[in-house]
T-cell receptor, first 113, second 108 residues
Framework: KAGVTQTPRYLIKTRGQQVTLSCSPI?????VSWYQQTPGQGLQFLFE???????NKGNFPGRFSGRQFSNSRSEMNVSTLELGDSALYLC????????????FGPGTRLLVL | AQRVTQPEKLLSVFKGAPVELKCNYS??????LFWYVQYSRQRLQLLLR??SRESIKGFTADLNKGETSFHLKKPFAQEEDSAMYYC??????????FGGGTRLMVKP
């Protein structure tokens, strides 16, 4: 099976802009989670979607949002970008809905100037 | 609130030496604990999870609820074990809380 894919892989934006990142989970996986990875804060949970419903949300401002489509593909959006949003954004998918092994994508590296 | 602590940012050992990467957690319920590994230029991947009680690539980890620990061990380190290791806890849905990570360097 193909692994989790994320597009784009690299992105450069300026402060105040917005950005949309995309994630395609492994075929058959219905849970998609998003994480932010930075050198200072490490890996932090953003949100999780299962069957198009957001089930859990991390401690991030409302500028960070996401959604999941009926084919389980997911997008996350960050509005009004700040310099501190520069990070590697990881997407992970799981087959089932509880405490399952997560399979990670390669990430999208976002640089905000 | 749940928390995962990996006290060592860097652990350096010689090939053939035993390895122990420490992980402590705080959570009041019954968490599921994982070790994820990231080799150079590769994506984050599962190494093992406590519920399966497997040994993967010679690594084992035992959940100690009394000490709230989930240390990762290997009796004889190999150079190919050099990587970043993350301990993680799952308590709700598939949400993972990660520790800060430990970089393992195995010297020849």
């Amino acid at each position: 099976k193909a692994g989790v894919t994320q597009t784009p892989r690299y992105l450069i934006k300026t402060r105040g802009q917005q950005v949309t990142l995309s994630c395609s989970p492994i075929s058959g996986h219905r849970s998609v989670s998003w994480y932010q990875q930075t050198p200072g804060q490490g890996l932090q949970f953003l949100f999780e979607y299962f069957s198009e419903t957001q089930r859990n949300k991390g401690n991030f401002p409302g500028r960070f949002s996401g959604r999941q489509f009926s084919n389980s593909r997911s997008e996350m959006n960050v509005s009004t970008l700040e310099l501190g949003d520069s990070a590697l954004y990881l997407c992970a998918s799981s087959l089932l809905d509880q405490k399952e092994t997560q399979y990670f994508g390669p990430g999208t590296r976002l640089l905000v100037l | 609130a749940q928390r995962v602590t990996q006290p060592e940012k860097l652990l350096s050992v010689f090939k053939g030496a035993p390895v122990e990467l420490k992980c402590n957690y705080s959570y009041s319920g019954s968490p599921e604990l994982f070790w994820y590994v990231q080799y150079s230029r590769q994506r984050l991947q599962l190494l093992l999870r406590h519920i399966s009680r497997e040994s993967i690539k010679g690594f084992t980890a035992d959940l100690n609820k009394g000490e709230t620990s989930f240390h990762l061990k290997k009796p004889f380190a190999q150079e190919e074990d050099s990587a970043m290791y993350y301990c993680a806890l799952s308590n709700a849905g598939n949400m993972l809380t990660f520790g800060g990570g430990t970089r393992l360097m195995v010297k020849p």
